[in-house]
């Protein structure tokens, strides 16, 4: 029973491609995150949704759109891909916005 | 801008050694202060977390101290065993949902 599960775990693409991520979590939770986490392992929060509202929209390109279509779901689409845009990308979800579950990571690659 | 500031990057302890991480913030809204323990190729994961009115927790071998006056906490990790071989990052939240992280650090136990 995994508790906040996204998909792909790997994803390999060209420059100038568009691609999303999906993530599922099933604690019930009420806020959901996308966190990107570079080659030095520092992780830096994206977005946040607090019941299918954006309330955190840190400096990304809008070449990132995230989308909640429910609580329990929030998807990161990232359009014409760069090179720079390599790294893992976390979901994670919590209660309030305290402990934080996180996915097993979606490791993207642009070739 | 980092928000928590955490050092060291990396250190080696022997088995059965004191690994310690200091932590350090700036912004006094901050009011939850988790720790995360992340193995190669997974998510992180919530290992224990302290709120500023308690000054020490401990759960097993893992203890954090909180020292508010001096916005500072650390991880203590005693009897350090190979199997706590990961990267730990602290982390501080507040109530806009908002879970700033540490740049974490590299614990190598050796045996």
């Known amino acids: 029973d995994t508790a906040v599960s996204q998909t792909p775990k790997y994803l390999v693409t060209q420059m100038g491609n568009d691609k999303s991520i999906k993530c599922e979590q099933n604690?019930?939770?009420?806020?959901m995150y996308w966190y990107k986490q570079d080659s030095k392992k520092f992780l830096k929060i994206m977005f946040s949704?607090?019941?299918?509202?954006?309330?955190i929209n840190e400096t990304v390109p809008n070449r990132f759109s995230p989308k909640s279509p429910d609580k329990a779901h929030l998807n990161l689409h990232i359009n014409s891909l760069e090179l720079g845009d390599s790294a893992v990308y976390f979901c994670?979800?919590?209660?309030?916005?305290?402990?934080?579950?996180f996915g097993q990571g979606t490791r993207l690659t642009v070739v | 801008q980092q928000q928590v500031k955490q050092s060291p990057q990396s250190l080696i302890v022997q088995k059965g050694g004191i690994s310690i991480i200091n932590c350090a913030y700036e912004?006094?809204?901050?009011?939850?202060f988790p720790w995360y323990q992340q193995f190669p190729g997974k998510g992180p994961a919530l290992l224990i977390a302290?709120?500023?009115?308690?000054s020490e927790k401990k759960e097993g071998r893992f203890t954090i101290s909180f020292n508010k006056s001096a916005k500072q906490f650390s991880l203590h990790i005693m009897d350090s065993q190979p199997g706590d071989s990961a990267t730990y990052f602290c982390?501080?939240?507040?109530?806009?949902?908002?879970?700033?992280f540490g740049a974490g650090t590299t614990v190598t136990v050796r045996a």
């Open positions: 604690l019930g939770h009420d806020t």
């Open positions: 302290i709120r500023p009115d308690v």
């Open positions: 994670a979800s919590s209660q309030e916005g305290r402990e934080a579950f």
């Open positions: 912004n006094t809204a901050f009011d939850y």
């Open positions: 982390a501080a939240s507040r109530a806009d949902y908002k879970l700033s």
């Open positions: 949704y607090n019941n299918k509202e954006l309330i």
